[in-house]
C-alpha cells in the first residue's frame, strides 16, 4: 500500500480509563506473526470466497444486477473505516479489538456496547457460515445441513486450539483454494456473458413473468449493511495486535491490504455472475453451483463446490480464532464475575493459545447450528454497521489529550473520513428493518442494565480496559516514528 503520514511520539501517560496490563498481573499473548502471516488469518476471516458462495446469493435476489454496485459502495465505505481500524489499531493494540480502541478513547461504557455488539458477531456469525456446508459437498456426500454445520464448528474449535502461527499457514492453503475458485467463477461467467455492462449502473431485477424491474436506490442503501457483512473481517487484524509481531507497523499494511485483496476477489466474481447468469430470473435465484454446472461440465462444477466448503470449514477456523481473542480479552478486562473471568482468561502453556475462551466460542456455536437463523444475517448486518460507526466516533476523538502525541500509523483526510463515515452509515442504519433495529436495540439495552447494575458499582475492579505495557511505552518506539 502506499505510504502513509506517521505522528512522532512523546512521553504519555496512561488514559484515564485505562491501566496497561503488565505480566505480573494479567496474562500475555505470545507475538509469533508477521504481516504475510497476519494477512493470510485476516483474509480467511474475511473469507471472501465463503461470503461470495454463501451470503451473496441472497443479495442477488433482493438486488439483481445492483448487487456488484452496492458491493462497490460498500468496498469504498470500507476504505475509510480500514483507515480508522489502522488508526486506532496502532494506537491501542489490544486482543480486544474494537472495543479497547473504543472504550480506551469514549470511555468504559461505549467500549462495553461495542462489546455487546461484537459478540452478536462473535456467536451468530460462525454457524450461519458452517449452516452452508452440505450444501456445496452435495455432488459427493449428502449429509445433514445442521449436523454438518455443527461438525465443522467442532473441527473449528479444535483447531483454534493450535498454536497461531500454524494456523496461519493452515488457512492459508484453504485460503488459495477458494481464491481459485472464485477465479474459476469469474472465468466462466465472463466466458457466457449474456447481458451488457450497462446493468451493473442501471441495476434491474427480476419482477416475475418473464419482466424486469428498476433497482432503486433505496433497496441500494437498504442492502449496503449486508454488504458490509459481505466485506467485513479486515478488523481480524486489530484482534491479532498482541500476537502480531511490530503491531505498529504490520496492523495498518494487515488490515489496508487485507481489503484490497478480500474486495477485489469478491466483486470481480460477482460481476462475471451478474453478466454471465443466463436469464435474471436465474440470478436472483443465487444457484451459483447449478451456474458454474450449466457453464461449464459437472467436473468442475464438483471441483468448485468442494473448494466452496473448503473456503467455509476455513472461514470456521478463523472465526472462531479471532473470537476467542475478544472473549479472553473481555475475561483479562473483567467485565464478567470473577471466577468466570479466571476461567475465559487463562492461556495454554504447550500452543499458547485461550483455550478455554475458545472452547466458550465454539461450543455454543455448533449448538446453534440447530438454531433457526433465517433472520439473523440482518441482524449481524446491523451489529457490524453500528461497530463501524462507534470506531468513526473513536476515531474523531483520537487525536486529543494524551493519545495525540503517541506513536501510530495516522490516517489521511482527517477528521473528513471517519465524519463522513458515521453520517453514510447512519443513514444506512436508518434504512434497516425495524425487527432488526429492534433486536439489535433490545440486546444493547440489556447490555446497558448489566452495564448499570453490575459493572458501574464495581469499576475499580471491573471493567478495566487493559492495553500491553511494551506497545504503551516502549522505549525504541520513544525516539522512532513509525514507518507504515
Known amino acids: ?27 500475555q499473548l505470545t507475538r509469533s506473526i508477521g504481516v504475510v502471516g497476519g494477512t493470510l488469518l485476516t483474509l480467511s476471516c474475511l473469507t471472501p470466497a465463503s461470503s461470495l458462495f454463501v451470503i451473496v446469493p441472497d443479495s442477488f435476489a433482493t438486488l439483481g444486477t445492483g448487487t456488484a454496485l452496492t458491493i462497490a459502495i460498500a468496498a469504498v465505505l470500507c476504505v475509510g473505516v480500514a483507515f480508522t481500524y489502522s488508526e486506532l489499531g496502532t494506537l491501542i493494540p489490544s486482543s480486544g479489538g474494537e472495543y479497547a480502541m473504543v ?41 445433514d445441513k445442521q449436523m454438518t454445520a455443527a461438525a465443522v464448528m467442532l473441527l473449528a474449535t479444535a483447531m483454534g486450539l493450535l498454536d497461531l502461527r500454524a494456523n496461519a499457514w493452515i488457512t492459508g492453503i484453504f485460503l488459495v483454494l477458494e481464491v481459485v475458485a472464485a477465479a474459476v467463477v469469474a472465468f466462466l461467467g465472463f466466458s457466457h456473458t449474456q447481458r451488457s455492462a450497462a446493468t451493473l ?72 455472475i451478474t453478466l454471465g447468469a ?86 455454543p456455536g455448533a449448538a446453534l447450528c440447530f438454531v433457526t437463523l433465517d433472520t439473523l444475517n440482518e441482524v449481524t448486518g446491523v ?52 425487527e432488526s433495529l429492534l433486536i439489535t436495540g433490545g440486546v444493547i439495552a440489556v447490555a446497558a442494565v448489566y452495564w448499570a447494575v453490575y459493572l458501574r458499582p464495581r469499576q475499580d475492579s471491573h471493567w478495566v480496559i487493559s492495553v500491553p505495557e511494551d506497545e504503551v511505552a516502549g522505549t525504541t518506539e520513544l525516539t522512532e516514528p513509525a514507518r507504515p
Open 103 to 143: 472504550g480506551t478513547l469514549m470511555g468504559r461504557l461505549a467500549g462495553w456496547l461495542v462489546f455487546v455488539l461484537s459478540l452478536i458477531v462473535v456467536m451468530i456469525v460462525p454457524p450461519i457460515i458452517a449452516l452452508g456446508t452440505a450444501d456445496y459437498l452435495a455432488p459427493l456426500v449428502h449429509l
Open 278 to 363: 443466463p436469464d435474471l430470473k436465474t440470478l436472483g435465484a443465487g444457484d451459483l453451483a447449478g451456474m458454474v454446472q450449466g457453464w461449464s461440465n459437472s467436473a468442475v462444477g464438483t471441483f468448485v463446490s468442494l473448494c466452496i466448503a473448503l473456503a467455509i470449514i476455513n472461514a470456521a477456523i478463523v472465526m472462531v480464532i479471532q473470537n476467542s481473542r475478544v472473549v479472553f480479552s473481555s475475561a483479562r478486562d473483567a467485565a464478567w464475575p470473577t471466577p468466570v473471568n479466571r476461567i475465559f482468561s487463562h492461556v495454554g502453556k504447550r500452543f499458547g493459545s485461550p483455550w478455554v475462551a475458545t472452547l466458550a466460542v465454539g461450543v
Open 383 to 434: 451489529a457490524v454497521a453500528g461497530m463501524y460507526v462507534f470506531v468513526a466516533l473513536g476515531a474523531l476523538v483520537s487525536r486529543r489529550g494524551e493519545h495525540k502525541h503517541r506513536l501510530a500509523w495516522r490516517m489521511p483526510l482527517w477528521p473528513v473520513v471517519p465524519a463522513l463515515i458515521v453520517i453514510v452509515l447512519a443513514w444506512v442504519l436508518c434504512q434497516q428493518s425495524a
Open 201 to 272: 449502473i442501471h441495476p434491474v431485477m427480476d419482477a416475475g413473468h418473464g419482466t424486469s424491474t428498476a433497482v432503486t436506490g433505496g433497496l441500494i442503501v437498504a442492502g449496503l449493511a449486508t454488504a458490509l457483512f459481505i466485506l467485513q473481517g479486515f478488523s481480524t487484524a486489530v484482534y491479532l495486535a498482541e500476537e502480531m509481531e511490530n503491531p505498529r507497523r504490520n496492523v495498518s499494511r494487515t488490515v489496508l491490504w487485507t481489503l484490497a485483496i478480500g474486495a477485489a476477489v469478491v466483486l470481480v466474481p460477482v460481476v462475471a
Open 1 to 27: 500500500m502506499t505510504d502513509m503520514p506517521t505522528t512522532p511520539v512523546a512521553t504519555a501517560t496512561a488514559a484515564p480509563e485505562t491501566r496497561p496490563a503488565t505480566p505480573a498481573d494479567s496474562p
